[in-house]
């Protein structure tokens, strides 16, 4: 294994191949780690971009949105609070 890093990429190429045909030759590891072999074959899973930022607009609108929908009315106490309390029971 710590060879790999020091391999070309044709050399990485090949041993992808290999191991996509060991995987090819039983079916159990094939159902088990579709990800592993998507991975092997050198794919990127669906949806996602690797360059992508997040919005942050956007996600701090999702959060307020959230925030809305799942707000009770009655504040709580804050983490201070409850971690105070929680020293204080194992004193």
């Known amino acids: ?7 070309t990429e044709a050399e990485l190429r090949l041993v992808r191949q290999r191991l996509l045909e060991l995987a ?3 079916q159990e590891i094939e159902l088990c780690n579709p990800a592993a072999l998507d991975d092997a074959a050198g794919a990127k899973p669906a949806g996602i971009a690797p360059t992508a930022a997040p919005d942050r607009q956007q ?3 999702s959060l307020r949105q959230l925030r809305e929908h799942t707000a009770s009315g009655r504040p709580g106490r804050t983490s201070d609070e409850i971690l ?3 020293r204080a029971d194992r004193d």
Do not use: I, S, T, Y
Request: glycine fraction near 0%.
């Open 59 to 61: 996600w701090l609108e």
């Open 1 to 7: 294994m710590r060879e790999l890093p020091k391999l």
């Open 84 to 86: 105070a309390e929680d």
């Open 24 to 26: 090819a030759q039983n």
